[in-house]
């Protein structure tokens, strides 16, 4: 594919593709970055990786796409799809229980941008419980 035909590929396309497309982000970062193609970065599609002691609130589902461009949005899709499981993550002021901690492919949101950070394309919101006993 030719680079004038690349930049051809219309959103749904993307969407269908993702695979494709979360590679070529990931090598080539700097040119599919929100500053570069703002308008792709408004709804793109996000996977929400549900841990196991949670999904018995998400009708067993391991994962839940919402169309976010931040963590904060991810947050808000997963409210008005999921809130049962919503209700677990976060607490009446929308805060991320103190349990709970969102990772956002391999980093810690809050060595991030804490509830703004970015999502691009194809991202993984991982959410993980905290275990504790003896």
């Known amino acids: 594919m030719g680079p004038l035909n690349f930049f051809q590929v219309s959103v749904d396309s993307v969407h269908r593709s993702s695979t494709s497309f979360q590679g ?13 193609f703002p308008w792709a970065f408004r709804s793109m599609s996000v996977s929400v990786q549900i841990p196991y002691a949670l999904r018995h609130e998400c009708e067993g589902k391991a994962e839940v796409a919402v169309s976010a461009g931040s963590v904060q949005q991810a947050l808000t899709a997963l409210k008005n799809q999921q809130p049962k ?3 677990n993550v976060c607490d009446e002021t929308g805060a991320v229980r103190k349990h709970i901690n969102l990772f956002v492919n391999e980093s810690l949101i809050h060595r991030r941008d804490g ?7 194809g991202d993984l919101l991982f959410i993980m419980t905290a275990v504790s006993g003896g």
Do not use: E
């Open 24 to 36: 070529m982000v990931r090598n080539f970062p700097a040119l599919f970055s929100s500053s570069v």
């Open 85 to 87: 499981l919503y209700r």
């Open 115 to 121: 509830l703004d950070t970015k999502l691009g394309p």
